[in-house]
């Protein structure tokens, strides 16, 4: 079996770089690009790196796209967007100039030609220049700091057209510092320190400009091919590549989370289980990092508009020491103010990591029901350990069938597998597991690039557990935990309840590029592309669609946040031929039509899901706001509001995370707090609850039916 490993790897984003050129189409200003900004030219190596990368994309990915005109101007519209995300440099004037490429950029890539992308990166450093000799005049207008008036700002500008002109965008500007400087006196800086906070920020960014080099340059265009054609391709420069390998074979020590630059902040991408991150219950994906300090009492460092390297060696640092990092979450309402939160840097505990159990209870009207509940952040199997053949090595379908063997001894009349926020792993281990719960047979089809498509299944006719049983996802469920739940699911073997999964199925591999260029003098960098997809045993693609709960749980997010939906160029969802696959008895739609019924008569009638479902709305209506006042007492009302509305909600941020914060890792909780506060768990619970009743006497649904008539 092919050792697939499916999880979400992050994209590493640098920004761009410019080259000298004497082109006259794009306006050049030898007075603003000086100094460190002296104009970048593509290498001789980064020519090859296009050429080598464009015949592997367009023979090996998985989806054949024509480089044509129409790819062309989707091109265009994503460099664009990936160099000026906020459309705060470029005018609708520049824009208007790029025009005249839109159905250039299929002819650039076959004909190796890299001077226009260049032009225009350089063009948007001109921008930047001006942009920052026009901030030191904000910075030092008195006007700044004047919050009476009427003035508002747009905070999320990705959609709003481009200003028309220079004088427009000095405006823009001007609300957008303004805004700035409230924030930090809302935040308690005073005037003078605020000043001096935002002019050090622009310093950075200044800095970090000018210290981008040509591969950098390089390797933001070409992604805007590469990642036009699939969201999880992309190509990786030498020194990206570098820090790609470092960060698979790095000894895990610091806080346990991958980094990646979005805009002007560093973004958590994802958290390492058994991490201090993971293990603090304080981070989430896609919080961004504002600001990194030194133990208990060092200066708090600004950190917008710094590289992901420098934001590192920040954050890392030896083990047993202190970090505290300024967070703005993800799902932070306009206002919100950042926190700040300490760690203690650590070895990560792969330990931590690994499948965990709990006891929770529901009543019934005969007494409570015991269930079990077994916790997988990630498919995780140690293939060294294997291959060294070592005693109990890390495997996710061993110490799960260890876990139900235990609960079984305890007398679980059901139990969940809590797979919320899994973002995958291995694909053996997904296999594995779902053969704990089904005779034997198919599990997930695969097919390649050319067409073949594999049949992977469970050959050991052995059952761990038979009984009732209920699968927790939500929309950071992904990869391998989505051909889990769908596996569980055909079978008709379980029940899935929460979100709509992720919806990534495909499987990406890592090319170097000098493998298939031997005569390159340099280092080409590798390119990572989509080579196959995933298809569920009854031929449905997990892409895109992911896996469709039985039973859906209320969402704090519109339907597409966070999902591969989200994805421009997501590959579609298709079918493919079905396998052979017996269906098991436990679950018909007699069964999910009574679930779902009783699920929502307690959204009516139980207190904690009535709340939570008006604080869900609360938080959603509140994310709509997107207009920030610039008056002083107006922003202060709406960043308390915002702040209420965030208290209001923070037990339904704790709830997403399905993790428990006191038990320990090798104990059994019985209801623990953390159990008792996660409102999912517990309606998860009565939903399995209700599976167990159904089993013991499948009349009970007739029943009912029949005295609700009555």
């Given at each position: 079996?092919?050792?697939?490993?499916?999880?979400?790897?992050?994209?590493?984003?640098?920004?761009?770089?410019?080259?000298?050129?004497?082109?006259?189409?794009?306006?050049?200003?030898?007075?603003?690009?000086?100094?460190?900004?002296?104009?970048?030219?593509?290498?001789?190596?980064?020519?090859?790196?296009?050429?080598?990368?464009?015949?592997?994309?367009?023979?090996?990915?998985?989806?054949?796209?024509?480089?044509?005109?129409?790819?062309?101007?989707?091109?265009?519209?994503?460099?664009?967007?990936?160099?000026?995300?906020?459309?705060?440099?470029?005018?609708?004037?520049?824009?208007?100039?790029?025009?005249?490429?839109?159905?250039?950029?299929?002819?650039?890539?076959?004909?190796?030609?890299?001077?226009?992308?260049?032009?225009?990166?350089?063009?948007?450093?001109?921008?930047?220049?001006?942009?920052?000799?026009?901030?030191?005049?904000?910075?030092?207008?008195?006007?700044?700091?004047?919050?009476?008036?009427?003035?508002?700002?747009?905070?999320?500008?990705?959609?709003?057209?481009?200003?028309?002109?220079?004088?427009?965008?000095?405006?823009?500007?001007?609300?957008?510092?303004?805004?700035?400087?409230?924030?930090?006196?809302?935040?308690?800086?005073?005037?003078?320190?605020?000043?001096?906070?935002?002019?050090?920020?622009?310093?950075?960014?200044?800095?970090?400009?000018?210290?981008?080099?040509?591969?950098?340059?390089?390797?933001?265009?070409?992604?805007?091919?590469?990642?036009?054609?699939?969201?999880?391709?992309?190509?990786?420069?030498?020194?990206?590549?570098?820090?790609?390998?470092?960060?698979?074979?790095?000894?895990?020590?610091?806080?346990?989370?991958?980094?990646?630059?979005?805009?002007?902040?560093?973004?958590?991408?994802?958290?390492?289980?058994?991490?201090?991150?993971?293990?603090?219950?304080?981070?989430?994906?896609?919080?961004?990092?504002?600001?990194?300090?030194?133990?208990?009492?060092?200066?708090?460092?600004?950190?917008?508009?710094?590289?992901?390297?420098?934001?590192?060696?920040?954050?890392?640092?030896?083990?047993?020491?202190?970090?505290?990092?300024?967070?703005?979450?993800?799902?932070?309402?306009?206002?919100?103010?950042?926190?700040?939160?300490?760690?203690?840097?650590?070895?990560?505990?792969?330990v931590e990591g690994r499948a965990k159990k709990q006891i929770i209870t529901v009543p019934t009207a005969q007494g409570e029901r015991k269930l079990g509940v077994i916790s997988i952040p990630?498919?995780?199997?140690?293939?060294?350990?294997?291959?060294?053949?070592?005693?109990?090595?890390?495997?996710?379908?061993?110490?799960?069938?260890?876990?139900?063997?235990?609960?079984?001894?305890?007398?679980?009349?059901?139990?969940?597998?809590?797979?919320?926020?899994?973002?995958?792993?291995?694909?053996?281990?997904?296999?594995?597991?779902?053969?704990?719960?089904?005779?034997?047979?198919?599990?997930?089809?695969?097919?390649?690039?050319?067409?073949?498509?594999?049949?992977?299944?469970?050959?050991?006719?052995?059952?761990?557990?038979?009984?009732?049983?209920?699968?927790?996802?939500?929309?950071?469920?992904?990869?391998?935990?989505?051909?889990?739940?769908?596996?569980?699911?055909?079978?008709?073997?379980?029940?899935?309840?929460?979100?709509?999964?992720?919806?990534?199925?495909?499987?990406?591999?890592?090319?170097?590029?000098?493998?298939?260029?031997?005569?390159?003098?340099?280092?080409?960098?590798?390119?990572?592309?989509?080579?196959?997809?995933?298809?569920?045993?009854?031929?449905s693609s997990t892409q895109l669609e992911g896996v469709t709960p039985d039973v859906g749980l209320p969402t704090a997010h519109v339907t597409d946040e966070f999902r591969e939906k989200s994805?421009?160029?997501?590959?579609?969802?298709?079918?493919?031929?079905?396998?052979?696959?017996?269906?098991?008895?436990?679950?018909?739609?007699?069964?999910?039509?009574?679930?779902?019924?009783?699920?929502?008569?307690?959204?009516?009638?139980?207190?904690?899901?009535?709340?939570?479902?008006?604080?869900?709305?609360?938080?959603?209506?509140?994310?709509?706001?997107?207009?920030?006042?610039?008056?002083?007492?107006?922003?202060?009302?709406?960043?308390?509001?915002?702040?209420?509305?965030?208290?209001?909600?923070?037990?339904?941020?704790?709830?997403?995370?399905?993790?428990?914060?006191?038990?320990?890792?090798?104990?059994?909780?019985?209801?623990?707090?953390?159990?008792?506060?996660?409102?999912?768990?517990?309606?998860?619970?009565?939903?399995?609850?209700?599976?167990?009743?159904?089993?013991?006497?499948?009349?009970?649904?007739?029943?009912?039916?029949?005295?609700?008539?009555?």
């Open positions: 079996m092919r050792k697939y490993l499916i999880t979400l790897i992050p994209v590493i984003f640098a920004g761009g770089n410019i080259r000298d050129t004497d082109r006259t189409d794009v306006p050049q200003d030898s007075s603003a690009v000086r100094g460190v900004f002296q104009d970048l030219k593509p290498t001789s190596a980064q020519y090859e790196a296009e050429d080598t990368s464009l015949k592997l994309l367009t023979r090996l990915h998985y989806r054949k796209v024509a480089v044509n005109d129409s790819l062309s101007s989707v091109i265009l519209d994503k460099y664009l967007k990936d160099i000026d995300p906020g459309r705060l440099y470029f005018t609708k004037e520049d824009i208007d100039q790029f025009e005249k490429y839109r159905y250039s950029f299929d002819d650039f890539l076959k004909n190796g030609e890299l001077d226009v992308p260049y032009d225009i990166f350089n063009l948007y450093r001109k921008r930047w220049l001006e942009r920052n000799d026009y901030i030191t005049k904000i910075l030092a207008n008195p006007k700044l700091q004047d919050f009476t008036g009427k003035e508002t700002l747009e905070a999320d500008r990705e959609k709003l057209p481009w200003a028309p002109n220079t004088a427009a965008l000095d405006d823009l500007w001007f609300r957008y510092i303004k805004s700035e400087a409230l924030d930090l006196k809302l935040a308690g800086k005073a005037d003078t320190a605020a000043i001096t906070l935002l002019q050090q920020r622009y310093k950075n960014r200044a800095r970090n400009l000018g210290r981008i080099k040509t591969e950098q340059a390089f390797q933001t265009y070409f992604n805007s091919y590469a990642e036009s054609i699939d969201p999880h391709t992309s190509y990786m420069s030498p020194v990206a590549a570098d820090r790609f390998n470092q960060e698979m074979s790095q000894s895990l020590e610091g806080i346990g989370a991958q980094l990646q630059e979005d805009g002007d902040y560093i973004r958590i991408k994802d958290i390492i289980p058994g991490g201090p991150a993971y293990k603090s219950k304080f981070f989430k994906k896609e919080d961004r990092i504002i600001g990194v300090a030194q133990g208990e009492n060092g200066a708090m460092v600004d950190i917008v508009g710094w590289f992901v390297d420098d934001a590192v060696k920040l954050i890392k640092g030896p083990k047993g020491t202190i970090v505290r990092l300024q967070i703005l979450p993800a799902d932070a309402l306009p206002n919100t103010s950042p926190k700040e939160y300490l760690l203690v840097r650590e070895k990560i505990n792969l990630q498919f995780y199997r140690d293939f060294e350990g294997v291959q060294r053949r070592e005693k109990g090595f890390a495997s996710t379908s061993v110490d799960v069938q260890n876990l139900i063997r235990e609960l079984k001894k305890e007398g679980i009349d059901g139990l969940v597998i809590d797979l919320r926020n899994n973002g995958g792993g291995s694909l053996f281990e997904a296999v594995a597991m779902t053969g704990l719960f089904i005779k034997n047979g198919p599990v997930v089809q695969i097919k390649e690039t050319m067409g073949d498509t594999e049949v992977q299944s469970d050959t050991d006719p052995a059952i761990a557990y038979d009984g009732p049983l209920a699968v927790m996802v939500n929309r950071f469920s992904a990869s391998a935990s989505e051909i889990f739940a769908a596996a569980i699911q055909d079978y008709k073997r379980g029940v899935i309840v929460g979100e709509q999964t992720f919806g990534k199925g495909t499987v990406q591999t890592l090319i170097n590029l000098n493998q298939y260029d031997p005569g390159a003098k340099e280092e080409l960098g590798k390119i990572k592309m989509t080579t196959a997809k995933f298809y569920r045993i009854n031929g994805q421009s160029s997501a590959l579609p969802w298709d079918q493919i031929k079905s396998v052979a696959y017996e269906e098991t008895p436990f679950i018909n739609e007699k069964l999910l039509d009574w679930l779902n019924d009783n699920h929502k008569k307690r959204l009516k009638s139980d207190e904690t899901l009535i709340k939570l479902v008006s604080d869900l709305a609360i938080f959603k209506e509140a994310r709509e706001q997107k207009t920030l006042s610039l008056n002083e007492a107006i922003r202060k009302k709406e960043r308390d509001d915002a702040e209420k509305k965030r208290e209001v909600i923070a037990s339904v941020n704790d709830d997403l995370s399905g993790e428990d914060e006191d038990a320990e890792a090798d104990t059994t909780a019985t209801n623990t707090k953390a159990a008792k506060k996660d409102v999912y768990l517990q309606e998860t619970g009565r939903i399995l609850s209700d599976i167990v009743a159904f089993t013991k006497e499948p009349s009970l649904v007739d029943r009912q039916r029949k005295s609700k008539k009555k």
